[in-house]
């Protein structure tokens, strides 16, 4: 490499280095405000349930609905089955005379 290439990499490495320092700056201000506001947003331990907290009750609150959501989506299958012009499930229509209540 002559002279005059070496002096233009210099000063492209050195642009690309002070804009990489720019940007370096610029995403730790960004990481500190981010910061700031979860902080701010982020639920205080003595606020309420957790989320863990929640999650358990809804998956408690599904299970118990098991039995009815199954009443529905069997019900829902037949009435399409009708609607489209085709014959119900008998093997869904049997499953339906209760046995759920049983679970």
């Keep these: 490499m002559d002279q005059l290439t070496r002096t233009l990499t210099d000063d492209a490495s050195e642009s690309i280095l002070d804009c990489l320092k720019d940007q370096g700056e610029r995403l730790r201000a960004i990481d500190e405000k981010v910061a700031v506001i979860l902080a701010a947003l982020s ?26 959501l199954r009443r529905i989506d069997r019900a829902t299958g037949r009435s399409l089955d009708v609607l489209e012009g085709r014959r119900p499930d008998p093997a869904a229509t049997e499953a339906h005379d209760g046995s759920d209540a049983a679970r």
């Excluded at 863990?52 to 009815?68: C, G, K, M, S, Y």
Aim: no cysteine.
């Design 43 to 68: 639920p205080k331990e003595s606020d309420g349930p957790t989320l863990d907290d929640i999650l358990a009750r809804l998956v408690t609150l599904v299970t118990e609905q098991r039995p009815l």
